[in-house]
């Protein structure tokens, strides 16, 4: 699906049809490759860290639009639903326009959209502004983030996207913290206006999302600059749909225009051929755009239509199943904490130390050192996953029993460490399906989280207008994440009992 030919990590002979061994890239796990995870690290603090201290923003807009706890929810959790649900749909963006321009395209969005929101005069606007407009746009520059990084990287890409992604918890504390700033001293409208000019950095870290080249020999030719790959751009498709077609013949990208406009200008009625010279690069151009379109849906529709063995995979699944009720319960926290600890009187101990801040923090350091114990060699990836999850979804269910803020702040710092199997769950998704089929089924299974962000927080707010308590959304949420957890359980018990009854009955047979 994301298999773009900007993305390669390869180098290709001239020839085709020469059988030559693939060279590695030398950017491939050094060089520019680290700007890859800077800039993905900052994509993470904008999209992700904003989203995760949305709670701040919910208190306020609960004041200003005196709705309902589980209408208002909406709002945040169409933002985050919406930026991981259209994850599959934007790889068709990264195979027509490439990783640079979709991320640019989507910070540009993702700006517009918070300044838009500025203004909203209600809810039901903000659920257009805020939760489409720039939850789409944050999609579109959070997925190309994490492709490039895993194209960037061969040997060390299980490292590479935990450093990025570490840039929630940086985000989240850092975003909660500023946006309490801004609301304090310039109200909440303006704090999202400022937010929208803050996001614009989006395109600052799209811009940096360089291709690789295609250098010879696996290096840049004369130390310069990586050149972008023509084997999808509008430079290199020709009106007839075969790439390279100008540069086969002998000449540079503008070589037969410029001789073209030559010989108009030696021959009379020069205005005459200079029109139509731009009338026939204007419907080139439309021609190699037709092309790149059909060729980057092609691509996407086979990507995922094309993969139907994924669903064959029962244990994958089970993962699907898991990840529908898993994320709800991380997020949740994050939109009502600041309003439970309003409901226990806490607001002065929260505004010295956020317990949203004690999440995103303790975050940090739960993925580095979940991610440096599952790479023991006597340890099983799978094994410090699940143990994670059991210690969330036993944190979930305590979370309504702890009234003061000490005893908040303890759930919390585990929530937050042992949320950090986030960044287990490319390797635990290749362990299922192989790396073949890795970047279509991790888009599935981010369009799950997505779904689950975008349900949780407002059931918990409904939860909240029926019951007047937080205490039965945390239960529930808790127990359906918990039959998540068995389904991966059980599945593999299945297996092996089908497995033994196979080899039974084949000796049986015999």
């Given at each position: 699906?994301?298999?773009?030919?900007?993305?390669?990590?390869?180098?290709?002979?001239?020839?085709?049809?020469?059988?030559?061994?693939?060279?590695?890239?030398?950017?491939?796990?050094?060089?520019?490759?680290?700007?890859?995870?800077?800039?993905?690290?900052?994509?993470?603090?904008?999209?992700?860290?904003?989203?995760?201290?949305?709670?701040?923003?919910?208190?306020?807009?609960?004041?200003?639009?005196?709705?309902?706890?589980?209408?208002?929810?909406?709002?945040?959790?169409?933002?985050?639903?919406?930026?991981?649900?259209?994850?599959?749909?934007?790889?068709?963006?990264?195979?027509?326009?490439?990783?640079?321009?979709?991320?640019?395209?989507?910070?540009?969005?993702?700006?517009?959209?918070?300044?838009?929101?500025?203004?909203?005069?209600?809810?039901?606007?903000?659920?257009?502004?805020?939760?489409?407009?720039?939850?789409?746009?944050?999609?579109?520059?959070?997925?190309?983030?994490?492709?490039?990084?895993?194209?960037?990287?061969?040997?060390?890409?299980?490292?590479?996207?935990?450093?990025?992604?570490?840039?929630?918890?940086?985000?989240?504390?850092?975003?909660?913290?500023?946006?309490?700033?801004?609301?304090?001293?310039?109200?909440?409208?303006?704090?999202?206006?400022?937010?929208?000019?803050?996001?614009?950095?989006?395109?600052?870290?799209g811009a940096l999302m360089r291709p690789l080249s295609p250098g010879l020999d696996g290096e840049d030719p004369g130390g310069k600059e990586p050149h972008v790959l023509r084997a999808h751009s509008t430079e290199s498709v020709g009106s007839s749909g075969q790439m390279g077609g100008a540069q086969e013949k002998g000449g540079g990208p503008g070589t037969e225009d410029a001789v073209g406009e030559a010989a108009a200008q030696a021959r009379p009625g020069t205005a005459a051929l200079g029109k139509d010279m731009c009338t026939l690069r204007v419907l080139k151009a439309v021609s190699q755009l037709t092309v790149r379109v059909r060729r980057g849906f092609r691509d996407w529709y086979s990507g995922y239509f094309g993969a139907a063995s994924l669903f064959t995979n029962r244990m994958f699944v089970a993962f699907i199943f898991w990840a529908l009720f898993a994320y709800s319960s991380f997020v949740i926290p994050f939109i009502h904490l600041p309003e439970i600890v309003n409901l226990y009187n806490l607001s002065e101990q929260n505004d010295v130390f956020p317990l949203t801040s004690i999440i995103a923090i303790v975050h940090i350091f739960g993925k580095v050192i979940l991610g440096v114990v599952a790479d023991l060699p006597c340890i099983s990836v799978w094994n410090v996953f699940l143990m994670a999850n059991f210690t969330l979804v036993l944190s979930i269910f305590i979370l309504p029993l702890m009234h003061t803020y000490a005893g908040l702040a303890v759930i919390c710092a585990l929530i937050g460490f042992s949320s950090g199997y986030f960044s287990l769950m490319p390797v635990v998704t290749e362990d299922l399906v192989g790396i073949e089929h890795l970047a279509n089924a991790y888009g599935i299974i981010i369009c799950a989280n997505g779904i689950s962000a975008l349900l949780g927080p407002p059931f918990a707010g409904w939860i909240y207008d029926i019951t007047q308590k937080y205490d039965f959304s945390f239960y529930i949420c808790g127990l359906l994440y918990m039959v998540g957890i068995l389904f991966l359980l059980v599945q593999p018990c299945i297996q092996i009992i089908e497995q033994s009854r196979k080899k039974y009955m084949d000796g049986a047979n015999v």
């Open positions: 699906m994301y298999t773009s030919h900007e993305d390669i990590g390869y180098d290709f002979e001239d020839d085709p049809k020469d059988k030559k061994t693939l060279k590695p890239h030398p950017n491939i796990d050094g060089g520019w490759a680290w700007m890859m995870v800077l800039s993905s690290f900052f994509v993470h603090i904008l999209i992700m860290g904003s989203q995760m201290a949305l709670g701040v923003l919910n208190v306020e807009w609960l004041e200003e639009f005196h709705q309902s706890r589980g209408l208002t929810a909406w709002v945040s959790s169409l933002s985050m639903g919406v930026t991981l649900i259209v994850g599959p749909f934007i790889g068709l963006f990264i195979n027509t326009c490439g990783c640079r321009r979709t991320a640019i395209v989507g910070g540009l969005l993702n700006s517009l959209g918070w300044v838009l929101s500025a203004y909203a005069a209600n809810v039901h606007c903000l659920f257009i502004t805020f939760g489409v407009a720039a939850g789409f746009g944050s999609g579109m520059a959070y997925l190309p983030a994490v492709v490039m990084v895993g194209r960037y990287f061969q040997k060390r890409r299980a490292l590479a996207q935990g450093l990025s992604t570490t840039g929630t918890g940086f985000g989240t504390f850092l975003m909660t913290v500023l946006l309490k700033y801004l609301c304090a001293e310039y109200g909440w409208r303006n704090a999202m206006f400022i937010q929208g000019a803050v996001s614009l950095n989006l395109c600052v870290c």
